[in-house]
């Protein structure tokens, strides 16, 4: 039996001295309880049992150390300027890495990839966007008398 939806009752022997609590246990409960769980609704699968009580204090929640802005060995290695682009631009300088088989033909495939999305592009420009706008602007105007 799953229970999706429950009551927790806590009592020391008597049902009449039972507390109802939802999701935590009170703190004035320092010993061992008489612990019954029922589904919402169902009281016939209400389910009873002397629990073993023991209290032990939370951990202590450590938070991470926030970033701290500073210089490391390496400065200037984030900065990006105009250099860094037209270093980036030269063609000789975008294989240097290649080290291995495997990256050189991940390296090709990505280039023919972006030379066939750059194809599609200009073809469906060429072939249905310019067209059906010539299309679409020749109807619009009044014909010529």
Request: charged fraction near 20%; charge should be positive; hydrophobic fraction near 40%.
């Amino acid at each position: 039996m799953t229970f999706e939806s429950f009551s927790i009752e806590i009592g020391t022997a008597t049902r009449t001295k039972f507390t109802a609590t939802i999701g935590g246990i009170p703190t004035g409960i320092i010993s061992d309880r008489y612990v019954c769980l029922q589904p919402a609704g169902d009281a016939g699968a209400e389910q009873c049992k002397w629990l073993k009580y023991e209290a032990s204090p939370l951990r202590e929640r450590h938070m991470a150390h926030r970033w701290q802005a500073g210089i490391d060995n390496c400065p200037g290695c984030n900065e990006r300027g105009i250099e860094n682009f037209l270093l980036n631009l030269d063609p000789r300088q975008w294989f240097n890495g290649l080290n291995s088989t495997t990256e050189a033909v991940t390296c090709a495939l990505e280039i023919a990839l972006i030379i066939v999305s750059i194809l599609a592009t200009v073809l469906i420009c060429t072939k249905c966007i310019i067209p059906l706008a010539k299309c679409t602007i020749s109807l619009s105007k009044p014909p010529k008398k």
